[in-house]
């Protein structure tokens, strides 16, 4: 990987010494559309000031909205956003770039009680872009997706420094959100539910090996962590509600860009001129994928290969609304056949995947308050594995697997804003999953191929949602809300009524309380999973198809104090309680609340709905937003997560490791009054993940692993400790250039990722995240 990262650097030079570099006036444009926080209804007439200028530069909005503020000087402005009977709306320390102009969409909060000469002012970062959002969300910026040290801009890495948040490793990006198992993850792009967003991830995982998002395509975005407004379903732990960007309207631009995730190229630009139609397409290849195929050997076995295509493309707008279409694809492959083995042995294997999602948009302003979206996503995922193991030319080991699922979703929300203290909201969600289940695994005691899932069929799911929120004044806020959930798989109907309040008690003081029901479908692959009944007649069962799904129970309790426009201290306690939890229909300790993480094998033999768990905890945030060149965040929760498996004993759950804090932070410093330098830093501490103890003696007289399952998750491994840093340098010519260096885990500490048995040691063989990563970026925006 050290090497890799030297391949890298040298490759990147050698483009930046011969790219178009030449002196000139070295200034960008600023421009957007200003809306109602609400309703999405343009802005005609809003004044947008440009911050901290020696003279007054500013514009106003024209009849929809747009706004333009050219031949601003690159680097960090600010800008402020005003309209009469609005709330002020204050973007500070935007990096304004030469290469790409800088495209905003704001959105105005209208003010419940109309006062004359009184003005307030709203920083954006405070605010989730979801106006139902009261408790446990914020907001995530684009930007913090590649500044915080060791994200790679990944979501998900990224959201690992949010308080609650636990990383499973450094080889996987699966995220652990206040005891929750990752399953309990939902992902939504432009409101459509999306499948697994992850290279190496898998149809019954939320997280993988390397994102397919990519934040050159993203917009700013709101990660939610518990207590969710009433739109959302089929969630647990947290929601990434995702935002695409749109494409420059006005001219073409351009990217290039060699780093960790891959060779990258992009384009945007308008779809016809005169017009405000735009469309924004990203394609990037693995890094490791393009050495390999120019005939670079690094010295392992399996390379692992990927790609992926993301796209926005925004229609012109017309009397019939506004209509876009969007998208996101991945391809991933590996494959090991291990060498140097004796005559007659022989080792296999091979992995590969495919997902695809497309999304149509159209939203339709009935009025001036009201509005109609109407949006139709289809995707389709499909995994494949196959392992064998030869010994003396015969059979000792093969598992071969397949599994495919195409959904088409029909979603539509009606939102009206009454008045300026009243706004409804009404939707439903149609889900229509077709699926293929197959595979085959050898017996060796009995010398024979089964099965554990062998069926295709269809399955529906319906949600509907309606949702109020009332203002009884600027400072006082209630959201209440009903989500209903129908399953035909379980045949399970889930009522969940929800409710969150916001109270300004004192300038810059708030206090909120939220609560609700929440439910979760399992993975469609645990229904179907089959059961040898009868080896000789080869007769199979299916002991989970009737499961219902998990409730769970929310309740947040939260304070914010915000000491200056950059500064707040945040903290939250919280309170969940899970029930109908899937557990073993004999007394067992396993359950479905310690699974979920990728690179994992579960068995699902007998479950039933009987299992109970809950997440008990405090989080307390202390965080600086970046300005006058830097910024930090720090982070620590305290929790305890517990379950009951049918044996009915209260243990702690695999994923209670009782503590975790983060720090980051980083400065900036502005070279030839264009260039930028920055330095970032990340600091994680969490207790060990907890485990199931072998009985020594029973494991070295089977041959095999046998668990002291009374002592179940009563240790520990060692405790995750991990330091990242970045050192990135931004060229404003021109064109931009952006060469970063980021180092995982500096001190080369080794942490727990996965345990193997070995027979030989009679013991767990560990197998260690990676150690010291360096890696190189370098982009080019034209």
């Known amino acids: 990987m050290k090497d890799l990262a030297i391949k890298q650097f040298i490759f990147a030079s050698f483009l930046l010494l011969f790219s178009s570099i030449v002196n000139g006036q070295y200034s960008q444009t600023i421009k957007g559309q200003v809306l109602d926080f609400y309703t999405d209804v343009p802005l005609p007439g809003a004044t947008v000031m440009l911050l901290d200028s020696v003279r007054a530069i500013g514009t106003t909005t024209d009849i929809d909205g747009y706004f333009s503020l050219p031949d601003i000087p690159v680097g960090r402005q600010g800008v402020s956003i005003s309209y009469l009977g609005y709330h002020t709306a204050v973007l500070s320390d935007l990096y304004l770039q030469s290469g790409k102009e800088l495209i905003l969409e704001v959105k105005l909060e209208e003010k419940a009680v109309q006062l ?3 003005t307030v002012s709203a920083h954006i970062k405070d605010k989730t872009l979801n106006e139902m959002a009261q408790v446990s969300a914020r907001m995530f910026t684009v930007e913090e997706t590649e500044r915080y040290a060791g994200s790679f801009g990944d979501p998900s890495r990224m959201a690992a420094g949010y308080a609650g948040v636990l990383t499973m490793g450094t ?44 934040n050159n395509v993203l917009s700013n975005s709101d990660f939610l962590t518990g207590a969710f407004p009433a739109e959302f379903g089929n969630a647990l732990s947290g929601v990434f509600d995702l935002r695409l960007r749109k494409g420059n309207a006005d001219r073409q631009e351009f990217l290039a860009q060699v ?41 392992v076995f399996a390379i692992p290969k990927y790609q992926d295509l993301s796209f926005n493309i925004d229609l012109p707008k017309s009397k019939l609304g506004n209509i876009s279409i969007f998208g996101l694809g991945g391809l991933n492959s590996i494959t090991d056949e291990t060498a140097d083995l004796p005559p007659g042995e022989r080792e296999f294997f091979d992995n590969s995947a495919k997902v695809g999602f497309v999304g149509i948009k159209h939203q339709y302003f009935l009025s001036d308050n009201a509005s109609l979206v109407t949006s139709v996503g289809l995707s389709h995922s499909v995994n494949h594995s196959l392992s064998e193991q030869y010994v003396s030319d015969a059979l000792e080991e093969y598992t071969w697997m397949e599994q495919s699922e195409s959904t088409v979703e029909l979603n539509m929300v009606y939102k009206n804003r009454l008045n300026t203290r009243n706004i409804l909201q009404f939707g439903f969600d149609l889900f229509n999953t077709s699926f293929n289940f197959q595979d085959t695994v050898y017996l060796q005691d009995h010398r024979m191929f089964s099965q554990t899932v062998n069926t295709s069929g269809r399955v529906p799911l319906v949600q509907a949602h309606a949702q109020w929120k009332h203002r009884f004044s600027d400072a006082l806020s209630m959201v209440t809300g009903l989500h209903y959930q129908y399953a035909a798989l379980g045949n399970d109907h889930s009522p969940e009524p929800r409710f969150s309040l916001n109270w300004n008690f004192l300038p810059g003081q708030s206090l909120s309380f939220g609560a609700g029901i929440h439910s979760r479908l399992h993975p469609k692959y645990v229904y179907f999973y089959e059961e040898l009944a009868d080896t000789m007649q080869q ?51 396993r359950s479905l609340v310690n699974y979920g993480t990728s690179f994992s094998n579960y068995e699902y033999h007998g479950l039933v709905n009987e299992g109970t768990a809950y997440n008990l905890g405090a989080e307390v945030t202390l965080e600086k937003f970046f300005s006058n060149n830097f910024y930090y965040l720090f982070t620590m929760s305290v929790f305890d997560s517990r379950y009951k498996g049918s044996d009915g004993v209260l243990r702690s759950t695999r994923f209670n490791t009782n503590m975790i804090a983060n720090f ?19 600091l994680m501490w969490s207790g060990g993940e907890r485990k199931v103890p072998l009985d020594y003696a029973a494991s070295q007289e089977k041959g095999e692993a046998v668990y002291d399952v009374e002592r179940a998750y009563t240790e520990r491994f060692m405790n995750y400790f991990r330091m990242d840093f970045r050192l990135s340098y931004k060229i404003n010519r021109k064109t931009n250039h952006t060469l970063a260096i980021d180092i995982m885990n500096v001190t080369n500490r080794i ?32």
């Open 539 to 589: 007769v199979y069962t299916r002991p989970n198809q009737d499961l219902k799904m998990t409730r769970s129970r929310h309740l947040v309790l939260g304070y914010n104090y915000a000491f200056s426009n950059d500064h707040r201290m945040k903290i939250e306690a919280y309170y969940q309680h899970l029930n109908q939890v899937p557990v073993e229909r004999q007394a067992s300790f």
């Open 751 to 782: 942490n727990h990722y996965l345990a193997l048995y070995d027979e030989d040691l009679n013991d767990y063989e560990e197998v260690s995240a990676l150690g010291m990563l360096p890696t190189f970026l370098w982009r080019w925006n034209f």
């Open 664 to 682: 980051l932070g980083g400065y900036e410093w502005t070279l030839k009054e264009r260039n930028a330098l920055s330095v970032d830093t990340r």
């Open 259 to 299: 780093g960790f995730n891959g060779f990258e190229v992009g384009v945007e630009g308008p779809l016809a001129e005169g017009k405000d139609g735009s469309y924004l397409a990203n394609y990037r290849y693995s890094t490791l994928g393009v050495f390999d195929l120019l005939g670079i050997n690094f010295g």
């Open 116 to 118: 004359e000469g009184v």
């Open 171 to 214: 080889q996987s990006n699966d995220i652990v959100i206040r005891g929750n198992s990752p399953n309990g993850m939902l992902w939504r792009m432009e409101g459509l539910q999306i499948p697994n967003p992850n290279h190496f991830g898998g149809l019954t995982a939320s997280g993988g090996t390397m994102s397919m998002l990519n």
